[in-house]
T-cell receptor
């Protein structure tokens, strides 16, 4: 079973440019969430999509956006890049399941990430 | 908001058992406790999950006391390859991602 695939793995951009990152979830997983990880702020939640709809959103400016396609693949976009946007961007997928003591909480499966460097 | 508190770092030697404790005083009734492991420049990887008492799998054990205000991840006989950051999370990601708080994690350094 293929894991979560993120592309590109590495990219370098300059301030003011925009970037689009892609995430292909595990087959059958319908929830995709995105995270930004930096040495200073740790791993922070960006947003989560389910059935092409954004259900949850973290505390990031509007320059950060995303979308999900009908096949559950997701993209995130960062416009007008700033130096502080340099980070490892991670996406994770999870199956849709019931919420009960028997089924347990949903487990996130992460991709390897996209390392963005803004110069 | 079920935030967690973990030690920032821990040192150990190969072959030893390592116990990492996580404090989560505001855990809600329906919250599960999940631990992830992360190596540099990789995404976190699920290790173990539990609700109460003790859970064991092929890589770790998770001990949760009756009041559920803390939990302890136990790694038996660690090796150099267990050097990583370990995150304790509390909550249900499907329903409240905004409350799914990773924190800084515990950086485990295993020495030869």
């Amino acid at each position: 079973k293929a894991g979560v695939t993120q592309t590109p793995r590495y990219l370098i951009k300059t301030r003011g440019q925009q970037v689009t990152l892609s995430c292909s979830p595990i087959s059958g997983h319908r929830s995709v969430s995105w995270y930004q990880q930096t040495p200073g702020q740790g791993l922070q939640f960006l947003f989560e999509y389910f059935s092409e709809t954004q259900r949850n959103k973290g505390n990031f400016p509007g320059r950060f956006s995303g979308r999900q396609f009908s096949n559950s693949r997701s993209e995130m976009n960062v416009s007008t890049l700033e130096l502080g946007d340099s980070a490892l961007y991670l996406c994770a997928s999870s199956p849709v399941g019931g919420r009960s003591a028997a089924s347990g909480a949903n487990v996130l499966t992460f991709g390897a990430g996209s390392r963005l460097t803004v110069l | 908001l079920a935030k967690t508190t973990q030690p920032i770092s821990m040192d150990s030697y190969e072959g030893q058992e390592v116990n990492i404790t996580c404090s989560h005083n505001n855990i809600a009734t329906n919250d599960y406790i999940t631990w992830y492991q992360q190596f540099p420049s990789q995404g976190p990887r699920f290790i173990i999950q539990g609700y109460k008492t003790k859970v064991t799998n092929e890589v770790a054990s998770l001990f949760i006391p009756a009041d559920r205000k803390s939990s302890t991840l136990s790694l038996p006989r660690v090796s150099l390859s267990d050097t990583a950051v370990y995150y304790c999370l509390v909550g249900e990601p499907l329903y409240n991602f905004n409350k799914f708080y990773f924190g800084s994690g515990t950086k485990l350094n295993v020495k030869p």
